[in-house]
């Protein structure tokens, strides 16, 4: 790093409204609006800048609610694609990589994009704020957090359920400022929110707030800003897995500020976005042209989760109807919500391992499965420049080439836990 980190100028505002206000240091709503309603970072710097990668994701700071730099982060990679381009006979395939494949400079140490969220969300703490940042995750999410917090000596509890829990695994330890409580085994994500949620009454907690916090989303958005700047113009097409949307949404504003910006088109990507069947509650939302999520009962919803390989993508409650959120980020820009079942997330896999020469996650390869299935049945044009956002991979080669210590819960939950219960066990691990 060259020069002398500033925090970054922004305001926030509410989607609903347009109303601008000052962000307290940790806003996650739109002061005095009862409307559900996603903030939007509004930043002063209106054509980006890219710093050199020593600063890791940082080099996007421009476009990142952040008051600081930490340690350890590194930012997408994005290269146009030769051996799935090939398959596919597209001529425009470029592909966003967080994970961890050293040879192309990608060194996420989680394997997991979602080292963009807690980089991102993290670096927006005050140092004043002394509370104990709180997250909620299927896994991914609080392998990213575990690491960034580790590293940068962050107080933080994860709430993940237990059939996750073996995927916080790490390349080295944990410092002992990270703390995980679980949900008991036959339990989902959203039982594991729900424990998260009743931390977050406890005296000394905040919940890091999910796709409400603007640094989560304009962190996933650094995907966006990889490929953009590397192609030198907005993609066509945008390809991703989601389980809540976050990362669509997060790449439909990238696409907006950089229309604002006036150096790299006026277009906007359609938003291709794919599920893991049978799990599928955006996907039928969307065909119903509903802004409210269909009724999922919890049974089926559990069973549905539990038959998915790509579990990551098992969000019941995603911010599909809020104001900004995903129906809105489709019904602007366009596209559709695709499908892939296990057999075919499978075969992405394999083929994307033999063809670009890197193992990929579940969810990965469920985005890679419904490109596979858009150009079969000719919904994409061979010339159209593709961005194929990779959310995770490298795992199988991390794993191979480092000991791997795992985080433990301190203590495991019912599925529906009394708050007078959880607040005394925090008590006792704080």
């Excluded at 939007?40 to 080099?59: L, M, N, T, W």
């Excluded at 009743?198 to 603007?214: H, M, R, S, T």
């Excluded at 038959?307 to 559709?336: C, F, T, W």
Aim: charged share 25%; with cysteine.
């Amino acid at each position: 790093m060259t020069e002398e980190f500033k925090a970054t100028d922004y305001i926030l505002e509410s989607v609903k409204t347009g109303k601008q206000f000052i962000d307290e240091g940790w806003t996650l709503d739109a002061p005095g609006e009862t409307d559900p309603t996603l903030v939007r970072a509004i930043y002063s710097k209106k054509q980006i800048e890219a710093k050199d990668e020593s600063y890791g994701i940082y080099k996007f700071a421009d476009w990142l609610p952040v008051k600081k730099v930490l340690k350890g982060s590194c930012a997408p990679v994005t290269y146009k694609s030769e051996g799935l381009a090939k398959y596919l006979g597209l001529e425009n395939l470029y592909i966003t990589f967080s994970g961890y494949w050293p040879e192309r400079g990608a060194n996420f140490r989680t394997c997991s994009f979602k080292e963009t969220e807690s980089y991102s969300v993290c670096a927006r703490m005050n140092l004043d704020i002394k509370k104990i940042l709180v997250v909620a995750s299927a896994g991914n999410t609080a392998r990213a957090f575990a690491r960034v917090c580790s590293d940068n000596n962050i107080p933080l509890l994860l709430c993940v359920p237990e059939d996750n829990l073996n995927a916080l695994w790490f390349g080295e330890h944990v410092h002992d400022c990270v703390k995980l409580i679980a949900t008991k085994s036959g339990s989902d994500y959203f039982d594991a929110i729900h424990l998260s949620n009743l931390a977050c009454q406890v005296e000394g907690f905040i919940a890091e707030g999910g796709a409400k916090n603007v640094a989560r989303r304009d962190g996933m958005g650094t995907t966006v800003l990889s490929a953009v700047t590397k192609i030198g113009r907005i993609p066509d097409y945008y390809f991703q897995a989601v389980g809540s949307g976050t990362g669509a949404i997060a790449a439909w504003e990238a696409n907006l500020r950089f229309i604002e910006d006036g150096r790299f088109g006026r277009n906007k990507m359609k938003l291709m976005v794919s599920q893991n069947h049978p799990f599928v509650p955006i996907h039928n939302a969307w065909k119903a042209d509903s802004r409210p999520m269909l009724p999922y009962e919890d049974d089926e919803a559990r069973k549905h989760v539990e038959e998915i390989i790509a579990k990551v993508l098992s969000n019941r409650k995603p911010p599909y109807s809020i104001a900004g959120g995903l129906y809105d980020a489709m019904k602007d820009a366009g596209g559709d919500v695709l499908l892939a079942n296990n057999t075919e997330l499978k075969e992405a896999a394999n083929l994307f391992k033999e063809v670009e020469g890197n193992d990929i996650h579940p969810a990965s390869a469920v985005a890679v499965a419904s490109l596979i299935n858009a150009v079969k049945e000719n919904r994409i044009e061979k010339n159209a420049t593709i961005m194929l956002n990779i959310t995770g991979g490298g795992e199988e080669r991390y794993k191979k080439e480092h000991n791997l210590h795992y985080l433990a819960p301190k203590h495991v939950f019912d599925i529906n836990p009394k708050l007078k219960e959880v607040e005394k066990i925090l008590k006792q691990l704080f």
